[in-house]
């Protein structure tokens, strides 16, 4: 009999992939659609990086590199982690990746199996919980709350801590509510660890440049007593307009860090060299390119926001991070994937519904500002339509 594994029967996906594909299609048939679902950057690559992997391709870098990455961009990734948090990172502790999800993959595939727990946000970026039921593992939802700022409460995690828990998952700035988790809520959650010494901390990080109103980013990285089995995910897609280029890299504790180079070896073997010399550049050149990119998605934040709270049965928290708006819909009537399909199909816009980022997630829709400012006005303009029309 042809038999896949049956692990396969519970690997999930990222809808807001499926989102694209039908709003591409959509636009090829002629419509006029405003994307405000996709979760990247609308800028161009920066292109002194982009001329960096030019250049590495021009001076012959075709072959296989370490699967852990050359060493000069694990020292600018150690470099850019010491300007930003003031830690320090042995070079020989990160590993370069094919994006910042394969940190993820790598770390629910070392944790996971059927008894564990693995705790993840919710709503959260969606292939956490996906790849904990991949592995036969229990995925266990630390609910994400709008009455507390889209910020995790430390308490809540921490009270979903049992024996069987061996890795907690968290995500500040978050994906998909823009969240940001105060200081002291980190510190709290940091010091509960302390009793509960065998549990491992996944830290996503991606999204750690992408704070606004002089919101500083509390980086995991800044505390040594976890430093032991902390997992620490970033990456150039956000941060550097990069989404296509596959470009990640993370931070393991010593005992981990074999496992994870075997996964690579037996997997991607590296991340293409000439994107690692693009990502020497991103890291090691000026950063004002990532400063006006913030400057711009700050003035579609304020836009989005005031735009979304002005619709019928909408209100929407300013965000605090990341590019992403995560209105309350839940006044308008409206189940959320419902009003997510129907803005598609019948306005013209793409968003993403709450429950695909969690059971938590109901009652919401993911705006994505990684767009113009004219075309948020529009799709505001056609949403508020939209809405009026179809009470
Ligand atoms: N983590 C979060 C929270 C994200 O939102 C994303 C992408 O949307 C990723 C990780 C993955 O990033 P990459 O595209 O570098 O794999």
Redesign the pocket.
Known sequence: MFRTVSNFDRIGEEN?FAVLARATELASQGRDIVNLGI??PDFPTPPHVAEAAAKAIRDGHHGYTPATGILPLREAVSGDLHRRFGVSVDPGSVMVVP????T?FAAILMFGEPGAEILYPDP??P?YRSMIEYTGATPIPIPIREENGFAFSAEEALSLIGPKTRLVII?SP??PTGGVTPKAEIDALVAGLAKHPDVAILS?E??GTMTYDGEQHVSLLSYPEIRDRLIY?D????TYAM?GW???WSVWPARLYDMARKLAVNSFSCVNAPTQFAGIAALNGPQDCVAEMMAAFDKRRTLVTEGLNRLPGVSCIVPKGAFYAFPNISQTGWKAKKLASALLEEAGVATIGGPDFGVHGEGYIRVSYANSAENIARALDRMGSFLADRK
């Open positions: 807001a979760g990247q994006g910042g999800k394969v993820m959260g970026f292939i995500n978050a994906n996503d991606i999204y995910l990456g150039a897609s956000k989404t596959r470009l990640g």
